[in-house]
C-alpha cells in the first residue's frame, strides 16, 4: 500500500470514528397520541417496543463499528507498512475493499471462513478488485 492510500484511509477512519461517536446512543420517543382521540395508548406499546429494539441494534451495530475503526486507526498509527494485510493469512486486502471499509481486518476468503455460513459473502473474489 503507498503512503497516499494509506493518507486516504486514515482521513476516511478519522471521519467514520469521528461520525459514529458523534451519533451517540439512538432512542426513539413513545408514539404519542392525543389524549382525547385515543384514551387507551396499550395499542401503541408493541410498536414503541419495536422501535425501541430496532434503536438498540444499531446502537450494537455503531458501537461494533466504532470499536473496528479505532483498532484500524491504531494498527495505522502502531504499523503503518502492515496496515492492509490480513490478520489471518498475512495477504494484501485489495485497496478496493479497504475504500468501502477502510475498517476490514481480513481479505475476503478468510472473512469468509469467519462468516457463520462458512462462505464469503461475495459472490467471487475480484467483487473488491
Known amino acids: 500500500m ?15 470514528a469521528k461520525a459514529l461517536s458523534a451519533k451517540g446512543g439512538r432512542r426513539l420517543e413513545p408514539n404519542k397520541t392525543d389524549a382525547v382521540e385515543r384514551p387507551d395508548e396499550d395499542d401503541d406499546q408493541p410498536l414503541n417496543e419495536m422501535n425501541q429494539s430496532i434503536a ?14 479505532r483498532a484500524a486507526l491504531k494498527r495505522l498509527a502502531d504499523e503503518p507498512d502492515d ?21 476490514a481486518e481480513y481479505c475476503i476468503e478468510c472473512q469468509g471462513k469467519r462468516d457463520p455460513s462458512g462462505r464469503a459473502t461475495r459472490t467471487k473474489l475480484t467483487d473488491y478488485r
Open 56 to 69: 438498540s441494534n444499531r446502537n450494537a451495530h455503531d458501537a461494533l463499528v466504532l470499536g473496528k475503526v
Open 83 to 103: 496496515f492492509g494485510a490480513c490478520l489471518d493469512c498475512g495477504d494484501d486486502v485489495p485497496f478496493a475493499r479497504l475504500k468501502a471499509m477502510p475498517y
Open 2 to 16: 503507498t503512503p497516499p492510500q494509506r493518507t486516504q484511509l486514515k482521513a476516511e477512519l478519522e471521519r467514520l
